[in-house]
């Protein structure tokens, strides 16, 4: 689950990470005296007016401005509350920037960027540092790889504090050796508890004063874990997921919309996504990820339908079930159902095997709905291609 700056920031804070501090609004009434808040509360002229959405390349698209007075801070957030943001990670709608932050500007003397993750290569967390903070890390990535540091951190008693100290030495950073060592390890421990997938900072600074800073944040959960973290839960933002994601997890259908105009229709994410690679080996586009679970039944392949359809790009759809745990006469009526109640014009084409395979095909075949049968994935691709 992905969260909002201002909310990572309230989570940082938890863990007594030093932040960029500030107050968020949503409303431009509140504009003006968020404003003189922030300027009175953290003694500051200057403020700082960041747009909040699940995606970067803000301040590139125009959704972060430096305000050197009251006047240039009201004009900014008063252009970018409500504002359609476009960035390299927004579709080419952009998004609408339904919250702002106001924070105090600070004196940054140097820049970094900080991240944890997980490595799945190596089986254990790692911390992604360079000193070419503020800026996209995946240029630095390309163009200078010298510059990211990792450091892994896996059981082994001193491994964290070994890591640490192996940054702190690549950067040069030793006049900073305590406060370094006492935020990474801040840092490590609010990624562990709040069962991130990802932590970062980008920036995290060192200012003037040499306080070590952290200017950003970005925090996504493991949604998997939420059970355990009710408080963050709370944080959830459904105004920035898609619309067809949200509705189809209210079904309980894992489901990504994609670009292509193949609609796919799956039982297991496996599955899925070999679905996806075989479509694009005969030449297609899958229109979206859609793992309809091992309890697929009559409602759950009605439901599939009803999102999957709800692209317009869909001019295709096929169904790859493999009957396991689910019975493959459970997906053909769910099928004729939904081919009889909804007003389908794109192709349907079939494959099913497994549990109740034969059933499933002769329900499919007197049942005298208009569909594409197949045996194999590759021809059941193959034909989902061509229908397009």
């Known amino acids: 689950m992905k ?41 500051t002229e200057a403020v700082i007016v960041k747009a909040q959405v699940h995606a970067g390349g803000r301040g590139k698209g125009g959704g972060v401005k430096y305000c050197a007075t009251y006047e240039d801070a009201q004009n900014a957030a008063n252009s970018i509350l409500g504002m359609n943001l476009i960035t390299h990670q927004t579709d080419p709608e952009g998004k609408k920037v339904n919250k702002i932050l106001i924070t105090e500007a600070l004196d940054i003397k140097k820049e970094y960027y900080f991240a944890i993750t997980f490595d799945r290569s190596k089986n254990c967390d790692v911390f992604i540092v360079s000193d070419e903070g503020g800026v996209d890390i995946e240029e630095v990535a390309k163009n200078s790889p010298e510059k990211i540091i990792k450091a892994w951190i896996n059981d082994s008693e001193n491994s964290l504090l070994n890591g640490i100290n192996e940054i702190i030495s690549k950067l040069s950073l030793e006049k900073y050796q305590n406060q370094i060592e006492d935020i990474f390890r801040k840092l490590y421990r609010c990624y562990y508890e709040s069962d991130c997938s990802l932590l970062e900072i980008n920036p995290l600074v060192i200012t003037t004063d040499d306080d070590i800073i952290a200017l950003d944040a970005k925090v996504n959960i493991d949604s998997n874990a939420l059970f355990r973290h009710p408080e963050i839960t709370s ?153 397009v």
């Open 3 to 43: 969260i909002h700056e201002y909310q990572a920031k309230e989570i940082l804070e938890k863990f007594d990470i030093p932040i960029q501090r500030g107050y968020p609004l949503d409303d431009k009434k509140d504009i003006n005296s968020t404003i003189r808040k922030v300027q009175e509360n953290f003694d």
């Open 235 to 387: 944080y959830r933002d459904k105004s920035e997921e898609n619309p067809l994601e949200l509705k189809a997890s209210e079904y309980g259908l894992n489901y990504i919309k994609l670009d292509g105009n193949v609609g796919c229709m799956v039982n297991g994410a496996g599955l899925a996504m070999a679905t996806m690679d075989i479509i694009k080996h005969y030449g297609g586009e899958p229109a979206n990820f859609l793992d309809v679970g091992g309890a697929a039944n009559v409602e759950t392949i009605k439901n599939g339908f009803k999102i999957i359809l709800s692209d317009r790009n869909v001019k295709s759809i096929l169904i790859n079930i493999f009957g396991g745990i689910v019975r493959c006469d459970r997906v053909a009526n769910g099928v004729i159902q939904a081919v009889k109640e909804l007003d389908l014009d794109a192709s349907v084409v079939v494959r099913l095997q497994g549990t109740n395979a034969d059933l499933a095909k002769k329900i499919l075949d007197d049942s005298g709905i208009n569909i594409i049968s197949a045996e194999t994935i590759n021809e059941a691709a193959k034909k989902a291609v061509e229908a």
